[in-house]
C-alpha cells in the first residue's frame, strides 16, 4: 500500500480547505465520500459526468488541500475523506458544509 | 441612497459563498465585518494590505456571492456582512467558518 503525500493535520489551512470544496464536482465527491464512506477513484468517479483526468484532477486537489485521503493498493487507487482531522482542526466546518448542500431552493 | 444588484436570499449558491470565503483577504475583509458591523469600504480596506482597487474587486465578488451587501450613499460605499440571510439560507456555516479562521496551530 502506497500512501501519495498528504498535509500533515496541523497544516490543513482553512482557506485551501474551502476553496477545495467550491467547486461543485468536488463538493459532489466529498458528499459521496461522507455517505458511502472509503471508495476507489473509479466507484467514485461514477456519476459525476466527467472525464476520468478531470476527476483524478479533483482527487488530487481534495487530497493537498488536506480534504481526502488517497492510498494506491496496487492497481486500484482507493479514497477517503479525512472527516476525524478536519472535525479535529475546523469542530463543525464539514457538517456545515454537507448541510448546506442540501439546500436546494 | 442605491444598492448596488444583490443575488437574492433563495439565489445565493453554497459553492459560490464557499469561493469567496477561500481567498485570504476576502475571509479577512468577513471577519472584520463579523467583529465590527457596517463599515466604509475605505475602513474595511485599512490593513489589508492591498491596493484600493484590488480591495474593491474583492468586495464585488463577496456581493456577487451574496456574502455582503454593499450600498452607496452620496460619494461613500458601505459594506455589511449578510448574516442573517446566510444563517437562514445554511445554517452554521458563517460561524463555523469565522471559528475555524481563528485555528492557528
Redesign the interface.
Known sequence: MRLLPHPSK?DIQ???V??A????VR?EIVIRLATLGEMTCSAAGDHLGVHKSTASHHYRALRQAGVIVSKQEGRLKFISLRRHDLDE?????L???L???H?T?
Open positions: 496541523e482553512l482557506t485551501e474551502l476553496r470544496l467550491s467547486d461543485p463538493l482542526r475546523f469542530p463543525g466546518l457538517d456545515s458544509v448541510s448546506a448542500s439546500v431552493t
